[in-house]
C-alpha cells in the first residue's frame, strides 16, 4: 500500500492539529494503520495504531488522551486528531501500514512497519 500525509503545520502550545493520510490499494481494510514521529535528533517512535475494523486503538503513553487515530475504509483514509500540543510533539509525523492481514500488535514498532509515507512536519511553538 502507499502512503501520501499531509497536514502538518504550525501551532501554538494548546493549539489541535488534524494529519490526514490517504492510501492507495483494494484492500486497504485489510491493513492495520498507525503513525509514527521522529524528533530533530531522536529516533522515530511510535504514537498510535489502529485496527482493520477501527474498532482497537492504541496510543503511545505520551500522547494517550490527546491524539486520536481514526480511519474510513469507504474512503481509504487515516487520520490523526491533535489536541492540547506541547513542544516536544514537534516532529515529522509518518503514516505506517503493517503488513496485509496482521495484527494490531506488529506495527508498534518501526520492525513491524512495511510501508511508510512521506511524512509531514509539525511544528509547536512555545
Known amino acids: 500500500v502507499q502512503l501520501q500525509a499531509s497536514g502538518g503545520g504550525l501551532v501554538q502550545a494548546g493549539g489541535s492539529l488534524r494529519l490526514s493520510c490517504a492510501a492507495s490499494g483494494r484492500t486497504f481494510s485489510h491493513y492495520v494503520m498507525g503513525w509514527f514521529r521522529q524528533a530533530p535528533g531522536k529516533e522515530r517512535e511510535f504514537v498510535a495504531a489502529i485496527s482493520w475494523s477501527g474498532g482497537t486503538t492504541h496510543y503511545a503513553d505520551s500522547v494517550q488522551g490527546r491524539f486520536t487515530i481514526s480511519r474510513d475504509n469507504a474512503k481509504n483514509t487515516v487520520d490523526l486528531q491533535m489536541t492540547s500540543l506541547n513542544p516536544d510533539d514537534t516532529a515529522i509525523y509518518f503514516c505506517?501500514?503493517?503488513?496485509?492481514?496482521?495484527?494490531?500488535?506488529?506495527?508498534?514498532?518501526?520492525?513491524?512497519?512495511?510501508?511508510w509515507g512521506q511524512g509531514t512536519q509539525v511544528t509547536v511553538s512555545s
Open positions: 505506517v501500514s503493517g503488513e496485509e492481514d496482521q495484527p494490531i500488535v506488529t506495527i508498534f514498532t518501526v520492525a513491524g512497519v512495511q510501508s
